[in-house]
């Protein structure tokens, strides 16, 4: 098992900048994915942004530009900083842990991150 915790959600104007963090703990694995995704009411859970432990990233068109997701695999923490805000932004965000060989995948509670206009 490997649980996941997130902090750093909140309530900013568009705009304004957030920074989401994570932490991995438990039966992790040197070969992992660590992302976000975020859902709204009544929306499917979409993927923000990933990051392999090697470094190779995947972030979403909506966002490129904006946001930045970065990592350190000596802490099983991964960041994501949210610049440019938009009220469209707005969502439950949560952290995933995905282990690269048995593709086990892991999420954390989520963060709710709300942008004002």
């Known amino acids: 098992q490997v649980q996941l915790v997130e902090s750093g959600g909140g309530l900013v104007q568009a705009g304004g900048s957030l920074r989401l963090s994570c932490t991995a703990s438990?039966?992790?694995?040197?070969?992992?994915?660590l992302g976000w995704y975020r859902q709204s009411p009544g929306e499917r859970r979409e993927s923000v942004a990933t990051?392999?432990?090697?470094?190779?990233?995947n972030v979403a068109s909506s966002v490129k530009g904006r946001f930045i997701i970065s990592r350190d695999n000596g802490k099983n923490t991964v960041h994501l900083q949210m610049n440019n805000l938009k009220p469209e932004d707005t969502a439950v965000y949560y952290c995933s842990y995905t282990d690269i060989i048995t593709r086990n995948t892991y999420w954390g509670q989520g963060t709710q991150v709300t942008v004002s206009s």
């Open positions: 990051m392999t432990s090697g470094g190779s990233t």
């Open positions: 438990g039966r992790v694995f040197s070969t992992n994915t």
